[in-house]
């Protein structure tokens, strides 16, 4: 299975990003698909989920209301549509792919290579 995402960048505080991740090797179409971040000095953190239709989705307290994660299993393509970015969400940002119905006690199956977003004051 390989994830590969793309679309960080540098933006100012309150700028929008939109990530993308491209995923091959498996039917992307009936796996949860998930995004995590890593800040310098802290451990990975969960982000957001979704379920494999698209009809579930979780966040992470600290992003609901301005992130929204998404999926389009035509194109084996997961997003995660950042707005009103914060300092605070500079990270790497990884997507990863679950093996069973999303559980926030278990570990993804596969990890994307992670692609930096840097948000500037």
């Known amino acids: 299975v390989q994830l590969q995402a793309s679309g960080g960048g540098l933006v100012q505080a309150g700028d929008s990003l939109r990530l993308s991740c491209a995923a091959s090797?498996?039917?992307?179409?009936?796996?949860?698909m998930g995004w995590f971040r890593q800040a310098p000095g802290k451990e990975r953190e969960f982000v957001a989920a979704?379920?494999?239709?698209?009809?579930?989705?979780y966040y992470a307290d600290s992003v609901k209301g301005r992130f929204t994660i998404s999926r389009d299993n035509a194109k084996n393509t997961v997003y995660l549509q950042m707005n009103s970015l914060k300092p605070e969400d500079t990270a790497i940002y990884y997507c990863?792919?679950?093996?069973?119905?999303?559980?926030?006690?278990?570990?993804?199956?596969?990890w994307g290579q992670g692609t930096q977003v840097t948000v500037s004051s």
């Open positions: 979704i379920s494999w239709s698209g009809g579930s989705t």
């Open positions: 090797g498996r039917t992307f179409s009936i796996y949860p």
């Open positions: 990863a792919s679950f093996n069973s119905a999303y559980d926030p006690r278990r570990s993804p199956g596969y």
